[in-house]
């Protein structure tokens, strides 16, 4: 039953060979990696006018100077990273390249911040969608962590389905998302050049008195979480087709222009309109309204920023298992990201991310709106720490101009240095968690790799001198009557070693003195030692018992304790056999040094 | 820590052989036992006013006579069930007398029925207890269903302590509560019979149009709600201090009188003060109020009366368990009911009915009222078989003077029947639910008895010519590499048998490579046989080749799969290693044959 269900979602499993086929194209891999950066034009100029409008209307020709340094940021980060996935085409997220250049606890720290990061993506996206879908339909708004949650499951799924699948699914509305913005933007700008919508604005320049410094840095650092998502395309080079490396390049460059188009396009055209951050209309919404009025094509763009959130999530779910992965395979994670199941994908760290963002979402009744500076935050310090590890690698390995090279990446660490501080002055309340969780993470990361090298120590043998040793064998069994289950299990110790005995835990003499005679009648030619229990507690004296055999002989002998147990035709039925057997396997084996074997008598009615 | 919280709430166990202490004095027992049946005055009379009041004022008169037919079928009851006491010295539940006189079907229908009922106990008393509690505090009325499970987790740890142990916590407030409602009788009727608190009240006799005779026996049904827990004690003769029989006698017609004497004076002071049931005070806090004020006392008997409701849960408690007990004892339910706990009560029992009780008060949040004719039915069907039973019991034994015996049950078989009836006709929207669960029961009943017999049909073996047959052995040792853990394992394989073979499941060439290579180096004295798995599988290829194995010797040897498992020092490490090994082996013990042995290997550190 469960395993038919499994495969209607998931699909049939795959060979391990088919691995290539799962490789993504340029033009699935810019819908797949790009979501999330380009979602970000549905909020990213939003955010820098909510910030200015608190200094007055006049302030909101500040968004033009202001979206220009985020754009100028953005050719930055995009030139950066394109240095990167050339001087790491195994794939240079800021984990590897921090680890390589800086040292561990510094690739640690900034790939951990990156896996947070990745579950707050998730929780995020998936709530803003809802929001979305749930301003269109207000009656919907009571269900909205469902609808959230509904949608966390979906991605999972199609997640765990494969790469490949995900992205054929993905394409169409990422890039319908893409060509509905910029028809929105060339009919708004042909509809502004026309002479249409032209609004009383304040002129660029305009002296506004209660215009700090603080407050535009706050503006700049809020338009920056527009930036999200541009690390994507590093982290991923081994999903691409060969040539991986010149592929993720181009695609990188794609994304970066796709994003600065549209991002320039709206703020001109939010300014050009007048547009002022409203609680009931989007920027977009506005924008959208003014052009094209409440018609068809209005909805659509609704419609398809809602998906687009939702798809942003869906970047999460291909970066966050491939980090995991590495980080399992450095032993700083549990081994179980490093599975491949059934389709190929790292679905331990698929189910992991949608577990941990849907509590997240169900634990913030999914107003997650809260997380996003927290969130902005767990992205620039692994942008900065990966920058500084790339000047590290320039200085160090100096290739051919690697001057220029260092430059790019010195500009581009110096600039999310102050970015990321910015975020932290300007937005400590909504940050400081990441000064509690941080070190958490990193001390968790720290005692997990501590154990591995620990077991591998334990378990390393000299080939050379540590041979098996052979040495006798004492088998206990545990009966309880004389039954058929107890001949077949007296059956198979007779089959190991002449040294078996077997072991009666009674309660009261009357029942000890009948098993003692149905014994002796039987005969099977194995002593039978029976212990009285006060307590009625059967696992007490057995352990006591063994502990004798154990003082006795174990020097000599192994000691197996063999127990018969009964599998019954239903599994509902086990709950009318006691379970015994289970409590004596499961202390046996972890509080002595003795074999367990249980031997299974199978019901046939 | 959980054996420490344990013996905190619990208590340090107990021998066997101390079972005689833990058996009830006829004070103690009276309280135990008879808390339901008291507890039953706080709500009797108002139940038959609350019915009689909605033909009008005039109509109040009919609660006296309705009273002294309650009071008959009490008598007829007490009377009844003394006979059923010394018949059945063991202890003379429904189930064992209609069992042992009408047959195994019909006990079960009447031991189904009580098990259901004493469910519908806990959670109604609870429940109730707990309205009187917020009508006190309507502060706390949100947290009415927290206040009622609190309340079924304290009896539940109370009686997992012992019987005695809750027996003297309980016979103080039973004490008090029967000396209040005493104290109130005397105190209202000197208060009548010197000139005080006379009430305008319709005379007895006085004609009321709308009466008709379904409302007077529905008043009368309501009233015999009362009733129910009379049969406690009959079921509890084995928890009584020798001579169990005589000392469960004199305790139940303790009872009876008890119950009768406050049954009347709370009835007849609810007539003369002229009382009718009011939303806001129940009937005995109008007839405290009017005697004593407001003051000291009246609080008190209402204290106490939340209290005695809470304790009529308590009974349940008693009962239940042992009818359980006797239910496993004879195969109906599972054994797991007959196990005694570290004090000596069946523990089983009564966790599962704590558990079950509150969800079902979660369930209804906390508003069980509608279920009081459910229980009500549910006592009533065991009362009636029960009697029917006796009046077989007597035919058959024909005791001397058995006639006047067996008058006597067939007066209460009759009286009973006919109240059945009268439930099932007036209130059949409240119960219909019973004629869907009761048949549910009795299949469950029948699949759990079936599926024993069949078990022990399975496991029989005849002494004589049933002896164990010694074959050779094939012990496979399934390998991850070369390693501590896997010296240990194929050690002990060696030990049992020459015929030892390892095995491998390799993803990809290189790593099988590597794997063969070591292997070879190690040089242990054992095959290592390479399996090569393309879909990440462990477990297929394994189970594919342990069935090669099986139908290769399995007619001459016996096969042992020994897995060698990592025990980590802390639990939580566990979730550090893949736990392919417990999947390996619940697998193969339950499709196959084989005998799957694990050999611990503690990591020290």
Redesign the interface.
């Known amino acids: 039953m469960v395993s038919k269900v499994k495969r209607l979602l998931i699909g049939r499993?795959?060979?391990?060979?088919e691995l290539d086929h799962e490789k993504l194209s340029k033009v699935k891999a810019l819908a797949v990696l790009s979501s999330d950066a380009l979602s970000s034009v549905a909020y990213g100029t939003e955010q820098i006018l909510i910030v200015l409008v608190a200094a007055g209307f006049t302030a909101i020709w500040y968004s033009l100077p202001i979206a220009l340094a985020v754009l100028g940021l953005l050719a930055i980060l995009i030139l950066s990273y394109r240095q990167t996935i050339f001087a790491y085409p195994q794939g240079g997220g800021a984990y590897i390249v921090a680890k390589s250049n800086l040292g561990v606890p510094t690739g640690l720290l900034a790939g951990g911040s990156l896996l947070v990061d990745y579950i707050l993506t998730v929780a995020v996206s998936a709530s803003a969608g809802t929001d979305a879908i749930t301003s269109a339909f207000p009656s919907l708004h009571n269900h909205s962590v469902l609808i959230a949650v509904t949608v966390i499951l979906l991605l999972t799924i199609i997640n765990l389905r494969g790469v490949t699948e995900s992205a054929s699914f993905i394409a169409i509305p990422v890039y319908l998302f893409v060509a509905s913005i910029f028809v929105l933007i060339i009919a708004g700008v042909f509809k502004y050049a026309t002479g249409g919508a032209h609004a009383n604005v304040p002129e660029i320049g305009a002296a506004v008195s209660n215009v700090s410094l603080f407050l535009l840095l706050k503006a700049f650092s809020s338009g920056c979480s527009a930036l999200t998502g541009v690390e994507a395309v590093s982290n991923a080079i081994p999903n691409f087709k060969a040539p991986a490396e010149k592929n993720a390049a181009k695609t990188l460059m794609m994304m970066g222009l796709i994003l600065g188009i549209m991002f320039t396009g709206i703020t001109l055209l939010a300014y050009w309109y007048g547009i002022t951050p409203d609680e009931k209309a989007t920027v977009v919404s506005q924008i959208a309204e003014s052009t094209f009025g409440r018609g068809g094509l209005y909805f659509f763009i609704q419609g398809i920023t809602a998906v687009i959130l939702f798809l942003a999530a869906n970047t999460a779910y291909s970066a966050f298992p491939l980090l995991a992965f590495m980080f399992a395979k450095d032993k700083y994670l549990?081994?179980?990201f490093m599975?491949?199941g059934?389709r190929l994908g790292f679905s331990n760290g698929i189910i992991f991310l949608g577990v941990l963002s849907a509590l997240l979402v169900t634990a913030f009744h999914g107003n997650t709106e809260s997380l996003i500076p927290l969130y902005a935050v767990g992205v620039f310090i692994p942008f900065t720490l990966s920058q500084l590890g790339m000047m590290v690698h320039w200085y160090k390995t100096k290739p051919k101009a690697w001057q220029n090279k260092f430059a790019v990446n010195t500009v581009g660490m110096l600039t999310t240095l102050t970015i990321t501080l910015i975020f932290i002055i300007t937005k400590f309340s909504s940050v400081w968690m990441a000064f509690i969780f941080l070190p958490v993470v990193m001390f968790v990361f720290h005692r997990?790799h501590h154990?591995?090298l620990?077991?591998a120590?334990?378990?390393?043998?000299c080939?050379a001198t540590?041979?098996?040793?052979?040495?006798?064998?004492t088998v206990v069994v545990p009966v309880a009557g004389?039954?058929?289950?107890v001949?077949h299990s007296?059956?198979?110790a007779?089959?190991?070693?002449d040294n078996v005995v077997a072991v009666y835990v009674g309660?009261?003499e009357e029942e000890i003195n009948k098993m003692e005679q149905?014994w002796e009648?039987?005969?099977?030619?194995?002593r039978l030692i029976v212990l009285r229990s006060?307590?009625?507690?059967i696992l007490r004296p057995l352990v006591k018992f063994i502990d004798t055999v154990e003082w006795k002989t174990a020097s000599t002998d192994?000691i197996?304790v063999?127990i018969p147990?009964?599998?019954?035709k239903h599994w509902w039925?086990a709950?009318?056999?006691?379970q015994t057997s289970l409590f004596i396997r499961s202390y046996l084996?972890?509080q002595?040094?003795?074999?367990?074997?249980?031997?299974?008598?199978?019901?046939?009615?």
């Open positions: 499993p795959m060979k391990s060979n549990p081994h179980a599975v491949r059934d997990i154990h591995y620990n077991t120590d334990q378990l390393r043998i080939p540590d041979k098996p040793c052979i040495k006798g064998s004389v039954t058929r289950a001949l007296i059956s198979y007779k089959s190991l070693t309660f009261d149905k009648e039987w005969n099977p030619g194995v006060r307590y009625r507690s192994h197996t063999l147990q009964f599998i019954t039925q709950v009318l056999h006691n084996m972890n002595k040094d003795i074999v367990v074997a249980t031997v299974p008598y199978h019901l046939h009615k």
